[in-house]
C-alpha cells in the first residue's frame, strides 16, 4: 500500500476554489455577459435564409392553434376585449421564460472548456442566457403591438409602465437561471423536472384562458387569486392591463387590494435572493464539480 493511501483523507489538502459568482470588477461581468449573450444570438441564426422569421414562427404557430381551439370551439376568451393579442402576449411572455430558464439550465455545463480553462465571473454564463431572451422578448413584442393596431387598438399612456413590468419579469427569471444553473452543475435531475414544471405552469397560469372565466366555473375568487400568486401570472395580467385594456384585470383588481402583490413581489424576492445565494456558493466549485 502506497503512502498516499494511508494518509487520512484531511491530509490531502483543501478543496481548490475557482472565481466567484461577480468577480473583482463588475464592469467586467457586464461586458462578458453582453459579449456572450450577442455572440450566441447571432450564431442562433448565422446560416439561416429566414433567420429572425424562425424564431417567430414558433409563438404564432401556437397562437393559431391556441386561438382556434379555445377562442372559437371552446370559448375561453370571457369578456376581455382583445382577447386574440392577449393570447399571443401570453405565448410570447411564456416563450421568453421557457427559452431563457431552459438555456440557463445546462448553460454552465454546456461550456465546461471555458468555465475549466478561463477564470472570469461565473455569473455571466446563466445572465448572457436571459439577455439573449430579452433580444427575443424585445423582437417578438414587435408582431403584439402590430396585431393590437389591427384589431383597433389605439396608443395609450399606460404604456409607459410596460418596461418596469418586463424588468420586475426579466428579475424573476434571472432568480430561476441562477437557482437552476448551479443546480444543475451537481444533479442532472433539474433538467427534466423543469421540463415538467413548466408544462404545469403552463396551464396553470390564464394564457389561453381568462380569469373572469376561472372564477365562473368555480364560483369563487380563490382559485384566480392562487393563480396570479404565481409571478409570472402576475406579471402577464398587468402587461395585459397596461397594454391592451382594462377588461384584462390586475392583480390589484384579483386580490381586491394593492397588498395582495406583495404576494408574487415577495416570492419572487425569495427566488432571486436563494437563487443568489446558491449560485455564490456554487460559483467557486463549478471546475471541481465537472
Known sequence: MSTLETLPEADYGHQIKGPSALGSDWRRLLRLT???????????????????????????????????????????????????????????????????????????????????????????????????????????????FVFYFIAGGRPRWQWLVLPLIVALFAIFVSGLAMLLSSLYVRARDVDPIWDVVMQAMFYATPIFYTLDVVRQKTGSNVVPQILISNPFAAVLQSFRYYMLDPSWESPTQVYGTAWGLLIPLGITAIIVVVGSLVFAHEAPLVAEEL
Do not use: H
Open 34 to 144: 453582453w459579449t456572450l449573450a450577442v455572440t450566441d444570438f447571432k450564431l442562433r441564426f448565422f446560416g439561416s435564409v429566414l433567420g429572425y422569421l424562425w424564431q417567430l414562427m414558433r409563438p404564432l404557430m401556437m397562437f393559431g392553434i391556441l386561438y382556434l381551439v379555445f377562442s372559437v370551439f371552446l370559448n375561453f376568451s370571457g369578456d376581455v376585449q382583445y382577447y386574440s393579442v392577449g393570447l399571443l402576449t401570453g405565448i410570447v411572455l411564456f416563450t421568453f421564460l421557457g427559452d431563457a430558464t431552459s438555456g440557463a439550465v445546462k448553460s454552465i455545463v454546456n461550456r465546461e472548456n471555458l468555465v475549466r480553462k478561463i477564470e472570469f465571473p461565473r455569473l455571466a454564463v446563466p445572465m448572457a442566457q436571459v439577455l439573449q431572451g430579452m433580444f427575443n422578448l424585445g423582437l417578438n413584442l414587435l408582431p403584439v
